[in-house]
């Protein structure tokens, strides 16, 4: 008898789940809102470059050398685009451009005797180069 109680214990069914809205939370009068997604700026550089050849943004963000020089002298990574609201100014400096070297802007206004250029974000994907060349 106490095998026959065991067994029919073991073999009854599990109790019912809950009822369905027991389970789940019923949310109503949701509001989503979002925002464009932010333009994007692309530098490439190319030219006679090294290493240590760097164009830098302000604000930070971009700092994009040659494609072969992927990486910094030091090993950290190069990023070259970055993502700001429309109406954003950003300034790209030329690094390790010595007394022979100069850079070339394309697609941004120069500045400090074109060491620098300045280009305002428009809705649209903003591309700029920086061409090194060796005096």
């Known amino acids: 008898m106490l095998v026959t109680m065991l067994a029919a214990a073991l073999i009854q069914p599990p109790a019912p789940a809950p009822a369905t809205q027991d389970r789940y939370t019923t949310v109503s ?9 932010d333009p994007l700026l692309t530098v490439m550089v190319d030219g006679d470059l090294d290493v240590e050849s760097l ?3 302000d604000p930070s963000g971009v700092r994009c050398g040659a494609h072969e020089h992927r990486y910094a002298a ?5 990023l070259c685009w970055i993502r700001r609201p429309a109406g954003s100014e950003i300034v790209l400096s030329a690094h390790d451009v010595g007394s022979d070297w100069r850079v070339e802007w394309h697609g941004c206004a120069l500045i400090d005797e074109g060491r620098r250029c300045r280009v305002t974000l428009n809705d649209d994907e903003t591309e700029i180069r920086a061409t090194y060349r060796r005096d």
Do not use: L, M, N
């Open 29 to 37: 009068d949701v509001t989503v809102v979002a925002r464009p997604i």
């Open 55 to 57: 164009v830098r943004s």
């Open 74 to 78: 030091s090993g950290s990574p190069r």
